[in-house]
């Protein structure tokens, strides 16, 4: 069983991860059929950093997703600690509330959201209100959920007392927030800010429906490439956006060995 186990794992990450590799492969291709590979260069690459087009826009989407991340993760946070403090009944309600988000499904809330930002335009009378500030709100929106659940747990795994035994070693209430709660929820927020910034950073569904004109992202602007004969310098783009993703995501699992590695080291015998 453990080697059948085994096996069926092997034949997952395959499935999940050749997709990639043909991917990477294809950006390194002199040729432009996928089937064969002509020749290693890096020409792609070099038409790419060249390109005026793409690379603005992937400014945008970072830019985005900075922001986003680091508004949702200060929200998340704040939010977080009010539930924590929250007890019984009403607690779970809002919990249940925070991860209804989470289950629904992103063209549902793309056009809510382009729904409400339609109306607020119609009542300030504005006609063209799509654009850098509602793409920003949608982001933090969808992000939210992400920060309060990682931050959560850490919360939950800390101590209570530890905040009143600062106080009475002499720390201010302030002091104590951020020398004891922060420390302890720390490794939480910063994956609740790295799940935000990755979620952001490859939206293109509720993008899809809350951008402007005068401000498009790199996934939105994908989706009209697509619908043509993709230009081989975009193989190029998609290797960098995955190798930057999975850079953020072992950064993340990184963290998270280390916080663990912690806890256990400080667990009494």
């Known amino acids: 069983m453990k080697k059948l186990g085994r ?30 590979f002509d020749g290693f260069t890096l020409q792609r690459y070099a038409e790419l950093f ?97 920060v309060i659940l990682s931050v ?26 951020f020398k004891v709660v922060i420390h302890e929820i720390l490794p939480g927020i910063f994956s609740g800010a790295i799940m935000a910034f990755t979620m952001s950073l490859d939206d293109f569904v509720i993008s899809y429906f809350v951008y402007g004109p005068n401000f498009v992202t790199l996934p939105v602007e994908i989706y009209n490439y697509v619908k043509k004969p993709l230009q081989p310098k975009i193989y190029a783009l998609f290797t960098l956006l995955f190798l930057m993703i999975l850079s953020v995501m072992v950064l993340m699992n990184l963290m998270q060995m280390r916080d663990e590695k912690r806890r256990k080291l400080q667990r009494p015998e």
């Open 7 to 36: 096996v069926y794992t092997v034949v997952i990450y395959l499935f999940l991860y050749i997709p990639m590799i043909v991917l990477i492969v294809a950006s390194f291709n002199t040729g432009k059929d996928l089937t064969t």
């Open 152 to 177: 959560m747990p850490k919360l939950t795994q800390m101590d209570p007392h530890l905040r009143e035994a600062a106080l009475d070693l002499g720390c201010t209430p302030v002091q104590a927030f």
């Open 50 to 146: 060249r390109d005026r087009t793409l690379l603005p826009l992937l400014g945008n989407s970072v830019l985005i997703a900075v922001l986003s991340s680091v508004i949702a993760t200060v929200l998340g946070t704040a939010a977080a600690l009010g539930i924590h403090s929250m007890r019984g009944r009403i607690r779970s309600v809002v919990m249940s509330v925070t991860t209804v988000p989470l289950m629904n499904p992103e063209i549902v809330t793309g056009v809510s959201l382009a729904l409400l930002f339609v109306f607020v335009g119609v009542v300030l009378k504005v006609n063209s209100i799509l654009g850098f500030v509602t793409l920003l709100i949608a982001h933090i929106t969808f992000n939210l959920p992400y």
